[in-house]
């Protein structure tokens, strides 16, 4: 019994002291490469954060138009339509679907080298619906694409 009490009070311990919020916890950041690839597959973000900043780094060389790279969020259900829409929207729109109210955040498209960031408020996100983010340039999607979830 008293095992058993213990037990929970530790595990109440850690699942308080995980939930402690700092400022870096609401700063997310993520790779792209020349390999076509992301360095996550999975993002999350602390629902006790208000606005969560995601920056994209390209450490790749390739330039924007051969080997570009964004990060754009959108329903899970939502992102391969929005991916093929993007194809035609072309690299001067960051191969995005200008005004598309299906894209919740998006950096602009960026080559070796460069970085970009976006600030998305969580507020405006549901922890019961399935969020991706992936890279909008034409091809990408398909191998650069993850889960983007609140905890
Ligand atoms: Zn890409």
């Not at 308080?16 to 597959?41: H, P, R, W, Y």
């Not at 080997?67 to 093929?84: P, R």
């Not at 983010?133 to 993850?146: D, N, R």
Request: aromatic share 8%.
């Amino acid at each position: 019994m008293h095992t058993v009490k213990l037990g929970l009070f530790t595990l109440l311990l850690l699942l308080i002291g995980t939930q402690g919020a700092v400022a870096d916890e609401c700063q997310l950041s993520i790779d792209g490469n020349d390999a076509m690839a992301f360095s996550k597959k999975e993002m999350t973000a602390p629902s006790s954060c208000k606005e969560v900043t995601i920056t994209l780094k390209h450490v790749g060389k390739m330039a924007s138009n051969a080997m570009g790279h964004n990060w754009v969020l959108s329903k899970s259900s939502d992102f391969k339509d929005i991916a093929t829409a993007g194809m035609a929207a072309g690299l001067d729109n960051n191969y995005l679907p200008q005004g598309d109210e299906r894209i919740i955040a998006a950096t602009k498209i960026i080559g070796g080298g460069e970085s970009d960031s976006v600030t998305l408020t969580l507020g405006e996100l549901s922890a019961d619906e399935e969020y991706t983010f992936f890279c909008s340039f034409p091809g990408h999607w398909s191998m650069m694409y993850g889960s983007f979830k609140i905890i």
